[in-house]
């Protein structure tokens, strides 16, 4: 995937979330159409961890996609913010953070201080979802593409922690958890908005 423009970053994301909300639609219209308790029991279980599944896969693709663009664009490292400095000397801090000697500390000053050339880093390799979106984990997603934390995504903490990822962790781990229709529906209706809200977050950078 190249990224060279803010219009092909459009594209992208913007493509993928209507993959992502075609399959979903066309899940819940699978739902709506099964009339047995039992069949419905058995596809509210099947339903959450893939709606996860499009909620974690996004949140990668649309952030190392703008990661592409950063690296594309290469802005010479002294116009460049703080979450970039940190993705690209990443490697270089952890390596000097386990030297036990000035000289170590002394280059990685100079080399930051300095901030000679444009960015160099791996996009695929910088976002790091754990399989396992928590809220700590998407802070930490946020923070290394700039994005604040607002009120919004603070105020979805709960849900995604003890709702989406709950259920879909017991589910995934082989638990026998009944899924009721309005935690189907809260996590469907949720998934979407938070998708669609992550794009604007990204779009807005």
């Known amino acids: 995937m190249k990224v060279r423009s803010h219009n092909e970053l459009q594209d992208i994301i913007d493509n993928d979330l209507a993959k992502r909300k075609h399959e979903l639609t066309t899940l819940k219209f699978i739902g709506l159409s099964l009339k047995r308790v039992h069949e419905l029991e058995v596809f ?28 594309f664009k290469a802005k010479p490292l002294l116009e460049q913010k703080e979450n970039i400095l ?54 930490e997603i946020f923070s290394i593409c700039g ?14 922690d003890n709702v989406l990822l709950k259920n879909r962790n017991q589910i995934a781990h082989g638990e026998l958890i009944p899924i009721a229709k309005e935690t189907f529906e809260s996590i469907y209706s949720n998934v979407f908005q938070m998708m669609d809200n992550f794009k604007n977050e990204i779009e807005n950078l």
């Open 44 to 71: 509210y279980r099947l339903a959450i961890p893939l709606i996860y599944s499009h909620f974690e896969g996004y949140i990668k693709l649309a952030s190392t996609a703008f990661l592409k663009l950063v690296l």
């Open 147 to 160: 994005i604040s934390f607002n009120y919004y995504w603070e105020s979805k903490t709960f849900f995604i």
């Open 86 to 139: 940190a993705i690209n000397y990443f490697k270089e801090i952890k390596r000097v953070s386990k030297a036990n000697d000035y000289i170590n500390y002394i280059e990685l000053i100079k080399l930051i201080t300095e901030r000679n050339g444009k960015p160099k880093y791996d996009p695929d390799d910088v976002v790091d979802t754990k399989s396992n979106v928590t809220t700590d984990t998407l802070r």
